[in-house]
């Protein structure tokens, strides 16, 4: 998932598709006129749907950007062309002064199928294709290769800058790909479009543990007992060695660390996505801040008969084990803690954990 769900991505259509050249050379640029997608229009769509997953981000006002082009397209279809042209010599501006430019055609689609106005923007790289033709002389098939010129082609990496633009009436949800800056975007790109992100690395790292709690709160059950009791220290120590978590194989690597082969459950990774997605943070690559991952500090084992035992993790740690569970096969537990003396052991009219109580060793006010 990302921007939109799989149902969503499903319903969307091309109403409309516009393309023109633009390039590093004040030559290159070239507008053209309205396309016809009819026949090509599943191609197009597939590019869009892999666009949906990319980096949120949100515009900085409301005429920000390419906001009020877009907006001015969503309520009089007659202005699609003429703002596309606008929109492109924007884009050129900035893109023909920009590192790594390259020529290639920039596609505005307007597109349908959703109860708020969506486009998308596209700058595809002109990409070397061969093709070889058959030809038969003196009895023999020989091949001739030749080059093709301004091509599309499936490959991703063809995409150069892509963005899934959703409108709403506080302005509007994007989602964007940039195969330069895939942690972010180029500024130029960024001030084309008038956005930023929608998440700082702090705010994504609370929401990934977030969605990691969740669902690991609803397979408690079918976890294995050692993914239980360690996927938070698990969690800390992978976040340690990484700055980042991308989308696709990455969070699958990531998610192994943290659960160990229990993330091979079906079920589970598809709940940690659908958190993810509730959290708005699928699809996304989640810059980590490292400081809101804490080290587990406390063991905190709980009984069928509502008994609590929490102690200091460094116990666990301390290679001598104070406290010691002893598991039956039938799911019982006999809890042993070797200690060096009882301090506390009283009635109290407290609550299981403790909140209703004034805090031990404080004099009452």
Same mark, same amino acid.
């Given at each position: 998932?990302?921007?939109?769900?799989? /149902?969503?991505?499903?319903?969307?259509?091309?109403?409309?598709?516009?393309?023109?050249?633009?390039?590093?050379?004040? #030559?290159?640029?070239?507008?053209?006129?309205?396309?016809?997608?009819?026949?090509?229009?599943?191609?197009?769509?597939?590019?869009?749907?892999?666009?949906?997953?990319?980096?949120?981000?949100?515009?900085?006002?409301?005429?920000?950007?390419?906001?009020?082009?877009?907006?001015?397209?969503?309520?009089?279809?007659?202005?699609?062309?003429?703002? &596309?042209?606008?929109?492109?010599?924007?884009?050129?501006?900035?893109?023909?002064?920009?590192? =790594?430019?390259?020529?290639?055609?920039?596609?505005?689609?307007?597109?349908?199928? $959703?109860?708020?106005?969506?486009?998308? $923007?596209?700058?595809?790289?002109?990409?070397?294709?061969?093709? @070889?033709?058959?030809?038969?002389?003196?009895? *023999?098939?020989?091949?001739?290769?030749?080059?093709?010129?301004?091509?599309?082609?499936?490959?991703?990496?063809?995409?150069?800058?892509?963005?899934?633009?959703?409108?709403?009436?506080?302005?509007?949800?994007?989602?964007?790909?940039?195969?330069?800056?895939?942690?972010?975007?180029? #500024? @130029?790109?960024?001030?084309?479009?008038?956005?930023?992100?929608?998440?700082?690395?702090?705010?994504?790292?609370?929401? !990934?543990?977030?969605?990691?709690?969740? &669902?690991?709160?609803? @397979? *408690?059950?079918?976890?294995?007992?050692?993914?239980?009791?360690? +996927?938070?220290?698990?969690?800390?120590?992978?976040?340690?060695? *990484?700055?980042?978590?991308?989308?696709?194989?990455? $969070?699958?690597?990531?998610?192994?660390?943290?659960?160990?082969?229990?993330?091979?459950?079906?079920?589970?990774?598809?709940?940690?996505?659908?958190? !993810?997605?509730?959290?708005?943070?699928?699809? #996304?690559?989640?810059?980590? /801040?490292?400081?809101?991952?804490? &080290?587990?500090?406390?063991?905190?084992?709980?009984?069928?008969?509502?008994? +609590?035992?929490?102690?200091?993790?460094?116990?666990?740690?301390?290679?001598?084990?104070?406290?010691?569970?002893?598991?039956?096969?039938?799911?019982?537990?006999?809890?042993?803690? *070797?200690?060096?003396?009882?301090?506390?052991?009283? =009635?109290?009219?407290?609550?299981?954990?403790?909140?209703?109580?004034?805090?031990?060793?404080?004099?009452?006010?």
């Amino acid at each position: 998932m990302g921007l939109l769900d799989e /149902d969503a991505l499903d319903r969307i259509s091309i109403q409309r598709m516009i393309f023109h050249v633009v390039g590093p050379a004040d #030559e290159d640029f070239q507008l053209m006129d309205e396309i016809d997608a009819a026949g090509f229009e599943s191609f197009f769509l597939a590019r869009i749907r892999e666009t949906n997953v990319g980096n949120r981000f949100n515009f900085i006002g409301e005429d920000a950007g390419v906001r009020p082009s877009l907006r001015s397209v969503s309520e009089d279809s007659s202005k699609f062309v003429q703002r &596309s042209k606008e929109l492109t010599e924007v884009f050129q501006s900035g893109h023909k002064g920009a590192p =790594l430019s390259s020529k290639g055609a920039f596609i505005v689609a307007q597109l349908g199928g $959703l109860p708020t106005p969506a486009f998308a $923007l596209i700058k595809f790289d002109d990409q070397k294709v061969l093709r @070889y033709q058959q030809t038969t002389k003196d009895g *023999r098939v020989r091949a001739k290769v030749t080059e093709v010129n301004n091509t599309f082609v499936e490959d991703r990496k063809a995409m150069q800058k892509s963005a899934l633009i959703v409108l709403d009436a506080k302005g509007g949800d994007l989602a964007v790909y940039d195969r330069a800056n895939k942690r972010n975007i180029t #500024e @130029y790109f960024k001030t084309f479009l008038g956005v930023k992100r929608l998440w700082t690395p702090s705010d994504a790292t609370d929401r !990934l543990i977030k969605s990691l709690a969740a &669902s690991a709160a609803v @397979y *408690r059950q079918s976890m294995p007992e050692d993914v239980k009791r360690n +996927w938070r220290r698990n969690l800390h120590e992978a976040t340690r060695s *990484r700055d980042a978590i991308e989308p696709g194989e990455d $969070l699958n690597v990531f998610g192994a660390q943290v659960f160990g082969p229990f993330w091979q459950d079906d079920g589970f990774r598809k709940d940690v996505e659908r958190e !993810l997605h509730r959290n708005r943070i699928s699809g #996304e690559v989640i810059e980590i /801040d490292k400081a809101r991952v804490k &080290s587990p500090q406390v063991r905190r084992l709980r009984t069928q008969e509502n008994i +609590w035992v929490i102690y200091p993790k460094q116990l666990d740690d301390a290679g001598k084990a104070v406290v010691n569970v002893d598991r039956g096969p039938d799911g019982s537990a006999t809890i042993t803690i *070797r200690t060096q003396g009882i301090i506390d052991d009283e =009635l109290s009219d407290e609550s299981i954990d403790g909140s209703a109580a004034p805090a031990r060793g404080r004099p009452r006010q």
